[in-house]
């Protein structure tokens, strides 16, 4: 079972995306409204996902995912995003696994999701 942590300062949409994992037959081990909880709770919870809110990533989102790479090696990281024009350039190019946006329905983003986990399996 894929391991997840969640990180997004929106309850309710951390409370939606559980629910989808769930769904997905993920196990959603943690989950944090900011970014230095995250950090400080995720290393913990051995992840196999990490879905990460753009917004809540710090002022350097590239030092930010490295810091989770040096300390969650194996984990992938999914950066959900708002707006896909500049923002999915810039998520790209901090080192993230994938983006997900917002704006996609639930079957679009449990396709990207499964998309993701099968190509972690081959790898």
């Given at each position: 079972?894929?391991?997840?942590?969640?990180?997004?300062?929106?309850?309710?949409?951390?409370?939606?995306?559980?629910?989808?994992?769930?769904?997905?037959?993920?196990?959603?081990?943690?989950?944090?409204?900011?970014?230095?909880?995250?950090?400080?709770?995720?290393?913990?919870?051995?992840?196999?996902?990490?879905?990460?809110?753009?917004?809540?990533?710090?002022?350097?989102?590239?030092?930010?995912?490295?810091?989770?790479?040096?300390?969650?090696?194996?984990?992938?990281?999914?950066?959900?995003?708002?707006?896909?024009?500049?923002?999915?350039?810039?998520?790209?190019?901090?080192?993230?696994?994938?983006?997900?946006?917002?704006?996609?329905?639930?079957?679009?983003?449990?396709?990207h999701l499964r998309?993701?986990?099968?190509?972690?399996?081959?790898?």
């Open positions: 079972m894929t391991r997840v942590y969640l990180a997004d300062a929106r309850r309710e949409d951390r409370s939606a995306l559980r629910q989808l994992l769930s769904n997905m037959k993920m196990d959603v081990v943690g989950a944090a409204a900011d970014w230095m909880t995250t950090m400080a709770k995720a290393p913990a919870d051995r992840l196999d996902m990490l879905l990460v809110d753009w917004d809540l990533l710090p002022s350097s989102p590239k030092a930010a995912i490295d810091e989770l790479r040096k300390v969650c090696p194996a984990t992938m990281a999914i950066v959900l995003i708002s707006h896909l024009d500049a923002t999915t350039q810039a998520t790209r190019s901090i080192g993230a696994d994938a983006f997900i946006s917002r704006s996609d329905t639930s079957e679009s983003v449990i396709e998309t993701v986990v099968a190509s972690a399996v081959f790898k």
